[in-house]
Nanobody
Framework: QVQLAESGGDLVQPGGSLKLSCAAS????????MAWYRQAPGKQRELVAL?????????ADSVKGRFTISRDNAKNTVTVYLQMNSLKHEDTDVYYC??????????????WGQGTQVTVAS
């Protein structure tokens, strides 16, 4: 059974730090590009950061220098982390873990977690 389980969301003060985790299991996620997205009510889901199977990272401009994405490819479970520092009010959102893979035949495999709430407030 394919599963992406996020954890780590919490209430944190502005300027604080938080680390999100996403445990992906059920298939060979080590070949997948893993990413974190976020979404506020009534808004489109936006990419926060992604990390390829080879470790190449990409960040949204709004989080560059503050957030760091990393991954740990174990045999049966891939864990993806999002270290968030210098948090701002505007970082308040539900954060979603995503796994994406396009095979040689151009078929896309795409999985999402349930989301974890991050709230930045005094």
């Amino acid at each position: 059974q394919v599963q992406l389980a996020e954890s780590g969301g919490d209430l944190v003060q502005p300027g604080g730090s938080l680390k999100l985790s996403c445990a992906a299991s059920g298939i060979i996620f080590s070949i997948y590009t893993m990413a974190w997205y976020r979404q506020a009510p009534g808004k489109q889901r936006e990419l926060v950061a992604l990390i390829s199977s080879g470790g190449t990272t990409t960040y949204a401009d709004s989080v560059k220098g503050r957030f760091t994405i990393s991954r740990d490819n174990a045999k049966n479970t891939v864990t993806v982390y999002l270290q968030m520092n210098s948090l701002k009010h505007e970082d308040t959102d539900v954060y979603y873990c995503n796994a994406n893979y396009v095979n040689i035949a151009d078929r896309t495999y795409d999985y999402w977690g349930q989301g974890t709430q991050v709230t930045v407030a005094s």
